[in-house]
Every structure is written in C-alpha cells, then in structure tokens.
C-alpha cells in the first residue's frame, strides 16, 4: 500500500518523539511491504517564528494534500502571550480539528500489563488490566463557542473591571454524531457505554443527555447505557476505573477526563489519540503536550508518538494486523523491562532506562 502522511512534529519533545514515530513507521514498511511518503511541515510555534503564523498556508496545503495527518505536539512558554488567534492551539491545532471536521476523538486508556506498577492505583484495582475508551467529542462545545472579553465595564459610570466569558454550545446533530462513533465502538468491545455530563447544571448538558438517550434507544437498544455527571465520574475513574468501557463526553470533559485517565495507565506519555472526521479522514497526536520543561533532552516517551501512529494505520489505512504487531512490539519491549523514566520505578535497572531515541530503536528491533 502507498500512503501519503502529513508530518507535523510541532514544538517542544515534538520534533524527537516523532522522530521514532517515523522510524516505528519505516520498520512496519520494511516489514509488509508498505510505502509511506512522508511530508513535513511547520505547525505550531516554530512555524509562527518562521511565517508569523501557527498553521500557514504552506502546512495547510501539505494536509490537504495527505491521507493523514501524524502530529505530535504545539506550544510552550515563548508562544504564550501572543494574542489567542496566533498561540499554537488556538491558531493553529484548533483550526486544524475544525478545517477537517475532526470531530470524534478516540482515546484509549490502556494499561500494558508490564506497567501496572508505574499506575497511580494499588494494582489490585486494576487487576486484569485496564481497557478503557474515551470518546472525547472535538469541534464543539466550549472551545468552539464564541468568547469574549471586555476590558472595562462600567457600571453607573464606575469601572467595575475585566470580564471574560466563553460559550459552551451543543446542536442535537453533533451530539448524535459522536454517539453513534461511541455507539460503533462500543459494540465492537463490551456493548457499554457511559455518557459523561453536567445535566444537573448545565442546559448544554441536559441537550446531551436527553439526545444520548434517545439516540442509543433508537438504534443500538442492545448497548447498556448509563450516565454519570462529569465531578462523579472523575471520581469513578480515579477510585474504580475498571467499571468502564466506552465513555462518551464533550470536549472539555473529555479533554480532562483523558489526562486523568492516562494518570491511571502510568503515564501520560503512553497514551494515543485518533481525531476522525466524518468521511474517516484523520489527524493522529498523542494526548501529550510538547513538555517544554524535559524538550531536547532526549528523555521524552516516545511511545504515545508510536502508539498514535499504529492507530493512524488501522483507522486511516485500514491497516489492522500492522498496528497491532506494533502494539506487539511495544508489549514485548516492557515485558523485557525496557522503560522511559517516566515510567521506570525504583525496580527498574539502570540499564534498562532508556532515552527517547534508544526506546525507539528497541520498538523497532522487536518489530523486525
Ligand atoms: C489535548 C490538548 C489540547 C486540547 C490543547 C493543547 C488545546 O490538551 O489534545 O488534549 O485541549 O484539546
Ligand atoms: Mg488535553
């Protein structure tokens, strides 16, 4: 198969962790015969440095131009104060989720049974594993909405200060959308679903519910459906995660509710992220930032970079058996005792901690 990728590394741990992704990636070529063309482009902060602008047009035409987009991170402290639309979030991954319509994202949380004492939970609650899917709904909600903020507001004449405000927005058609995507994958594992929300407060979320609700009972009446408010379920998740299996969620929900989960598997360096449009174009990032604090020092863990592209093979390419001899080759290589620091514990031996280029090395040796 020939496939064309959009490479965007980005900022920070980006460029490095990528850098494996893209080795993890030839080695499956080698392996089954595949041909991947890669095209890099700036996002993010460095492209704002060199274009003056987060996601140029360079970048937006080399995307275009892809059957998929592999990512890896944007932003840091120098890009901070720059006016919202040229941060590499707001100009530039944002625009990117929404120029291509990404709107369901998939985030599993799953431990790899050689990590489950880097988790943050007694490994008695996990015994078994762990095998969660979040499905974090991308181009709406509050991120999206329009916000404002005003600078001065007077009252009777007097300056009463600063206000801010930020529209938390949701159409009964995204809604459905994203339930069906949770809906599909559900029925592919454990026909559960838990609907995540704030209908006790929010109108936005009593919409959600309600068209949850109906949706699920109108076309999949075999799923087992439930619904937990957003501060319980976070609760849940970091007390008794194994109760769930697919949870469907908004955006901002979701985006905290994965940061969390990815705590309960060890590291947040090992979680992936899929970003699907509808036509089943995508955009694969870990669920990580660029981590300006450890970038350059090859210490980063470059496995959530791997993990995002075995899952761009099996959901933009099709390719299934080559995404799961990767996550092979990931499993083999901790069963061995091979870790990042961020996930060794005071067990590991020291030559076993490995640096960001040596995990990939050791990633692709297992694949070949
Ligand atoms: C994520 C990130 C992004 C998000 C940021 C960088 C805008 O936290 O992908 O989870 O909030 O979606
Ligand atoms: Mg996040």
Known sequence: MKKCIAVLAGDGIGP???????????????????????????????????????????????????????????????WDTLPAELTPERGALLPLRAIYGLFANLRPAVIFGPLADAASLKSERLKGGLDIMIVRELTGGVYFGKSKVKSLILKDGAVQGDYAVDYMIYSVPEIQRITKVACEAAMKRNKRLTSVDKANVLESSKLWRKTVIDYVQKNYPQIQLNHMYVDNAAMQLATNPKQFDVIVTENMFGDILSDLASAITGSIGMLPSASLSETGFGLFEPIHGSAPDIAGQGKANPLAQVLSGAMMLKYAFGLSKESDAIEQAIMSVLEDGYRTCDIACAATPKDKILLTSGMGNKVVEYLE
């Open 16 to 78: 490095e962790i990528m850098r494996e992704g893209l080795k993890v990636l030839n080695a499956v070529s080698r392996r089954f015969g595949h041909t991947f063309e890669y095209r890099e482009a700036l996002v993010g902060g460095c492209a704002y440095d060199k274009y003056g602008h987060p996601l140029p047009d360079e970048t937006k035409k080399v995307c275009n131009n892809a059957d998929a987009i592999y990512f890896g991170a944007v932003g840091g402290p120098k």
